[in-house]
């Protein structure tokens, strides 16, 4: 949880579903909470899930901020996500990576808009990346998160296995 001067902040909260954890993120105000996005985690055996498949998981604090860091892993993927309170921008920064042993068919991050005013008052979520790799995509029941894999195409033609790596963060402004 990362909450502002002003009373306003976000919440992080984890909730196991079979075999994952799902993750959601609320909005703040004062003393109430209003869901505002949760992690489209299905459970079956796609190989390239929505959102990463986090099978395990841990809170660590250190010093004024706390940090989730989780892993799981999907056909022959591994992921690995973090996700960090920045208290000074009262926001949440997402650390993903995926191991892929080839090009796969589809990456990111998707959530589900989950409460009645999304998004709410003054809150965003920016891709922190610096290429051209990652795109985020809005419609009136989700935002997802999706890699198109420029860079690694504009490189090295058979550069797999490889790491594909994205960074967020969701800010109250």
Do not use: K
């Amino acid at each position: 949880m990362v909450v502002g001067n002003d009373g306003r902040g976000l919440r992080v909260r984890f909730e196991r579903l079979a075999d994952r954890f799902r993750h959601s993120i609320d909005f703040l105000q004062g003393d109430s909470a209003s869901p505002w996005l949760a992690s489209d985690d299905e459970c079956g055996s796609d190989p390239w899930p929505s959102s990463p498949p986090l099978q395990q998981g841990s809170v660590e604090d250190r010093g004024r901020e706390r940090v989730a860091l989780l892993l799981g892993m999907a056909g022959r993927g591994h992921w690995s996500l973090s996700i960090e309170t920045c208290t000074e921008r009262v926001a949440l920064e997402f650390d993903v990576a995926c191991r892929v042993p080839a090009r796969p068919a589809r990456l990111g991050s998707r959530y589900r808009l989950v409460g009645a005013e999304n998004p709410p008052p003054r809150c965003n979520l920016r891709i922190l990346d610096e290429n051209d790799d990652w795109t985020i995509s809005r419609s009136a029941q989700a935002v997802s998160i999706d890699w198109s894999g420029h860079s690694l195409d504009n490189a090295v033609a058979n550069c797999w296995p490889a790491t594909i790596r994205w960074r967020y963060r969701i800010a109250v402004e």
